[in-house]
């Protein structure tokens, strides 16, 4: 298997730590720690590569340890002792921490207790308007009491489930919890999702509370999803109570509860001390081919991989403001929500991503004093398309790190944030997923930023690349694959009794290994390279490659604003592969930009990368998460009908589709 060609030779980083940064780092003193009380391998003294190094391979050769550790050193609350760390290893099915009693909310609210902290932000919440509210550690203690206790007067369990139709802002994160608080089950949506993706999502888990609001503001429009609401209460029978939140200030409707009614009392909170194992939240995946997988994750695997990666590998804390762009509808809002386990301040947004203009979430950092701003590869790459400065032009001296996900951040991201944000800039890339709620590589504070790739495996995790037959790769692209238990590794999906499609998604191709679906490259250095999805990877005469590559080499062109590839095998046993184009504003797809195109993939990657068509899209079709389209694309131009390709509630405009429908049926009707 190759890809793009790797550079030779040792590159010269883009950003090194400095020995105070390194010092300082929490990682540097967990490592410490680590060593000297849980058997951990000495830190290299003056060579913080070498000691990451050794710390990560101890963390997934010795599991056991190294999660003890981790849970000493983050004063993890047990409500009843475990018996053992990791006691089963299989995959799927590992136990952890069995005997075990915990509640996720109570770590996150623990902060609130100390009344040093009470005053202080827990959540800064903002919008378009960039005016900035902020919700106190202990104003926030009380809303979770306070619902909680009306959650519990209304008669929720432990296993109920309780969703939300609910922006991102401190609504939903005290919805979240207060359900777990009393041990329920969280689940949300985004309230752009329309009627349709919402139910596909929560009917099959049967919620008995709905949390919903009236509607929400959007490129500086009101959006009124009262009519949707009222489609979800009617499509939902399970449902007990609904509560509405007035975003746009609309009248509780009958038989609603309002939401200020249930989060003004002075109940203190109480919280459930549930199994190690019991559901904590349920994620969605894209659901692009059937309905969304119901992904369901424990209170006590998240708790300790987002621990893990907030403390170590974020190095976040008090003090700290952390901001990511997200909605309630994306795994990284649970990731965001539970900076409040380590006493970090939480930045929400809510809002478009580019109003009134491209530079909103930079400014949004400047006025919230982020330290940690997590954002979108796509959105990097549109900033440096419109040519902001926004290290110039704004104060955003206490920015730290900039952090990337969604898609891999190509070089000229890299070199955008160096010299338009920082030269002194931590540059994050992470790459995970849904499934685990976490990140498998990305950020590591005291090592290097290599252009265009991640810093490192992440600890705990068994990270390699594989080739069909299972064998472990350097240097070459192959499978990513975990080859060892996360935490955060589903308990199971919902409505799955025997586990059927839960094997099918992630251990089918290589039996009790986790296989994710990405291609990867682990270099010698220990840093990693993502190269795009594996199921949707292109294959030229025996010869894969990943869309990623051909990405970021196309969209560099002004000409460019997005792209899309796609390799069809057809029933002759040819191959093709049309490259499809969303052009910049002015721009024209003649010969002079089609030859541009070609010449551009054929010169920085292959002849093999260059396409077969270049094609003129309107917009390139997107998940409601904001991934492109690849695979139910794939199947449109191989002759399947739409309805049997793509889930139509899991796209962002189902209209883009029809183009490639009928390009397929063309084409089919083209061979005879």
Known sequence: MTTAPQPTGRPEPLWTPGEDRVARAAVTRFHARAATDHGAPAPVPGDPAASYAALHRWSVEQPEHFWQALTEWCGVRFGHPYERVLADRTMPGATWFPGATLNYAEHALRHAEDPAHATEPALLHTDETLEVRTVTWAELRRAVGSLAAELRRLGVRPGDRVSGYLPNTPHAVVALLATAAVGAVWTSCAPDFGARSVLDRFQQVEPVVLITVDGYHY???????????????????????????????????????????????????????????????????????????????????????????????????????????????????????????????????????????????????????????????????????????????????????????????????????????????????????????SCFAGAVPTLPVYIGELQAPCLGTDLQAWDPHGKPLVDEVGELVVAAPLPSMPVRFWNDPDGTRYRESYFETYPGVWRHGDWITLTSRGTVVIHGRSDSTLNRQGVRMGSADIYEAVERLPEIRESLVIGVEEPDGGYWMPLFVHLAPGATLDDTLRDKIKRTLREQLSPRHVPDEVIEVPAVPHTLTGKRIEVPVKRLLQGVPLEKAVNPGSVDNIGLLAFYERLGRERAAARG
């Open 219 to 437: 490129a500086g429009k009101r959006h009124d999803r009262t009519d949707v609401v009222a489609e979800l209460r009617r499509g939902l029978p399970t449902l007990r109570a609904v509560v509405h939140v007035p975003l746009l200030g609309t009248p509780t409707p009958d038989g609603a509860l309002a939401w200020d009614d249930v989060t003004s009392g002075s109940d203190e909170p109480l919280f459930e001390q549930v199994p190690f194992d019991h559901p904590l939240w349920v994620l969605y995946s894209s659901g692009t081919t059937g309905l969304p997988k119901a992904i369901v994750q424990s209170q006590g695997g998240i708790l300790v991989e987002h621990l893990k990666q907030l403390t170590l590998h974020c190095d976040l804390g008090p003090g700290d403001r952390f901001f990511w762009y997200t909605s309630t509808g994306w795994m990284m809002w649970n990731f965001l929500v539970s900076g409040l386990l380590v006493g970090t301040t939480v930045v929400l947004y809510d809002g478009s991503p580019g109003h009134p203009d491209t530079a909103a979430q930079w400014r949004a950092a400047e006025r919230t004093g982020t330290t940690l701003f997590g954002t979108s590869a796509a959105y990097v790459m549109a900033c440096r398309k419109a040519g902001l400065h926004p290290g110039r032009d704004l104060d955003l001296s206490r920015v730290r790190c900039v952090a990337t996900t969604g898609s891999p951040l190509p070089p000229d991201g890299f070199r955008w944030i160096h010299d338009e944000v920082s030269a002194d800039m931590w540059i994050a890339s992470v790459s995970g997923g849904t499934d685990v709620c």
